[in-house]
């Protein structure tokens, strides 16, 4: 594993320390974001989101009829 690290700090031009401490950094400021995650959208698309949950669009024709045929079609043991 040491290798690795050595050849991969070689490929990036730098020392192994450097290499560790950028890593390091990059991690150090993607880690809380990751678990802070927010998005954020514009207020349209939340009306539009919103709306579609309180009037959900009516199945089409081949999945009504998908779904009449879905005990013919699984096994069930």
């Known amino acids: 594993m040491w290798r690795n690290?050595?050849?991969?700090?070689?490929l990036a031009g730098k020392p192994v320390a450097a290499l560790a401490r950028t890593d390091?950094?990059?991690r150090a400021g993607r880690i809380?974001?990751?678990?802070?995650?927010?998005?954020?959208?514009?207020?349209?698309?939340?009306?539009?989101?919103?709306?579609?949950?309180e009037d959900p669009a009516c199945p089409?024709?081949?999945?009504?009829?998908?779904?009449?045929h879905l005990h013919e079609t699984i096994d069930r043991d």
């Open 5 to 10: 690290i050595e050849r991969a700090a070689e």
């Open 32 to 53: 809380p974001r990751e678990h802070g995650a927010t998005t954020i959208v514009p207020s349209e698309f939340f009306d539009e989101l919103i709306a579609a949950f």
């Open 60 to 68: 089409n024709q081949i999945l009504a009829e998908a779904a009449a």
């Open 24 to 26: 390091a950094e990059e």
